[in-house]
């Protein structure tokens, strides 16, 4: 393909601006996935060969180094290139996903070295076992590298779960009761009366059936009209996930972890591929600490996982609005009940952030209670862990 063509179409002048516009518009290049490039390679090193014979990956390179610096202090001052090249590639790719790639590291870089309200401190454990914890915090800040092979119009819809629900209620007949009938694997489904519009809808799919409306919805519902030639290139870029236009926007989103571990691992970065490759599904790694007198084993991909699930619930990332922080716990206290995490890491995750965030809030004590009762719950039946309604000494606690 010829690849100035493309951009030169979108950015005409050239300035500083105008090389970064010409340079996002040869990562999200729709081009760049053809049926030359099968889901066995990876678009990254296309993307970052194209960047490196256009001379603009240094100077992009250069542009984030200055947006990032600051955030990632001492750690990204000591970041080697390839990390830079990466996250680069995916701020070109979706500056909101390089963003919350910043602050996932953040928060975990956070639990792991403040003193915990139950009193731990990851870090001394990371050290007593010999483990990198730059290593791990590398795996935080790239755990999402992988979208840069998902098609770029299916990471960018932020469709709010609202949203999302009502455009389903509008198909009701043909999207909605087939789809659900598929996901409950249950021909004889029938959508319950009392479900008369997208909001009763969401209430249902959330509180009943514990899933999201994007689990449900079709990636052709979302991206709405096309032009043939659009189709065409979308469908092209779903191939290269394995997936068509009637898989719903999660299972088109899934693949991304396995992604960012075959990029990373494409770099020598193994360790830090193997970590992130488990950020959203537990598939049990060999990196683990061991915490506390009980010696409980955490696996360090579950750390990520927190740490990504509560920035994307905190920020806008497809909600209608930011949710709380205790919203956030919420979520969290489920997927451990789920199994996505497990449990003795989410407790005193959770634990810490409840002193740290609970204000008395009357609007959220339904959140409260039901967070309270998953702890107690915990505490009941695991011999040993630490009481979480008592704070260490030395944790500065806001409230309670
Ligand atoms: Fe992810
Ligand atoms: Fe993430």
């Known amino acids: 393909m010829n690849t100035e063509s493309s951009p030169q179409a979108h950015c005409e002048a050239d300035t500083t601006l105008e090389r970064t516009c010409r340079a ?64 680069t590639i995916l701020e070109l790719f979706d500056d909101e996903t390089a963003e919350h790639c910043v602050e996932t590291y953040r928060i975990a870089k956070d639990k792991v070295e ?9 870090a001394d454990f990371f050290k007593e076992e010999g483990v990198d914890v730059n290593t791990f915090y590398r795996a935080c800040l790239l755990h999402d590298i ?8 299916v990471v960018i819809n932020k469709i709010s779960d609202p949203d999302c629900a ?84 999660i299972t088109v989103m899934r693949p991304h972890d396995g992604f960012s571990e075959r990029i990373l691992a494409s770099g020598g970065r193994k360790i830090e591929g193997v970590l992130a490759s488990s950020h959203h599904e537990n598939h049990g790694n060999e990196y683990k600490i061991t915490v506390g007198a ?72 339904e959140n409260y209670d039901y967070i309270a009762k998953f702890l107690d719950t915990q505490k009941s039946t695991h011999l040993g862990y630490p009481d979480w309604r008592s704070v260490h000494a030395s944790t500065p606690s806001t409230s309670l």
Request: with cysteine; proline share 3%; hydrophobic share 40%.
């Open 24 to 87: 996002r518009d040869i990562v999200r290049d729709l081009e760049l996935v053809d049926t030359a490039l099968d889901s066995h390679e990876l678009r990254y090193l296309h993307i970052k060969e194209l960047l490196n014979q256009s001379g603009m990956l240094n100077h992009e390179m250069a542009r984030v180094r200055n947006l990032f610096g600051e955030r990632l202090g001492e750690f990204g001052n000591e970041l080697d290139d390839d990390i830079w090249e990466m996250l």
């Open 166 to 249: 009502r455009l389903l209620f509008e198909h009701k007949d043909d999207v909605l009761i087939p789809s659900l009938k598929k996901h409950l694997n249950d021909e004889m489904f029938v959508l319950p009366e009392n479900i008369n519009s997208g909001d009763a809808l969401l209430k249902y799919l959330h509180d009943t059936l514990t899933v999201r409306p994007q689990t449900l919805a079709p990636v052709r519902l979302l991206l709405g009209e096309m032009t043939p030639s659009e189709k065409q290139e979308v469908e092209r870029q779903l191939a290269h996930c394995v997936c068509t236009l009637d898989d719903s926007l």
């Open 146 to 153: 992988g979208k840069v092979e998902v098609p770029y119009l």
């Open 114 to 122: 403040r003193t915990l309200s139950t009193g731990f401190v990851l």
């Open 294 to 365: 009980l010696q409980i084993s955490v696996d360090l991909a579950h750390i990520i996982h927190l740490a990504d699930v509560e920035n994307a619930i905190r920020s806008m990332r497809h909600y209608k609005e930011g949710q709380t922080p205790l919203m956030a716990l919420k979520i969290l206290a489920i997927h451990s009940q789920q199994k996505l995490v497990a449990s003795f890491i989410t407790y005193i995750w959770i634990a810490d952030e409840l002193h740290r965030n609970w204000d008395g809030n009357q609007s959220e004590q």
